[in-house]
């Protein structure tokens, strides 16, 4: 959402000085535009209550505009009691990820016998 307000405020500057330069002959110096851009971006980051996920390129973009960073919340921990099969009876257990939907994904399993001894396992 930053980069974008970004993107809109770099064509509203632009669009401004043009305008400035046109009909009132006023010529803005680019390092006035530049705080301008800054400002403005600056105060759509901090307006918005959506947290950070992104890469370090985007983080060190939005360290450049000042703009606080919120992390996103800690995932809640929740505890699993497994329970071991029945006498020669094996038991599969499996999980899957995915981030982004529909984007990368992967799973994994784990075949275990009444001992909690591993079998087999994929992933």
Known sequence: MVLKACMINIINTIWLNRNNRRFQE????????????????????NNTNKPYRGDMQKFSFLKACKVNIKPPRAPTIKEVIWFPPLTSWIKANKDGASTENPSKASAGGIFRNSDSICMRYFF
């Open 26 to 45: 006023k010529q803005l110096h680019w390092k006035s535009s530049i705080n301008l851009i800054n400002v403005h971006t600056f105060i759509a980051g």
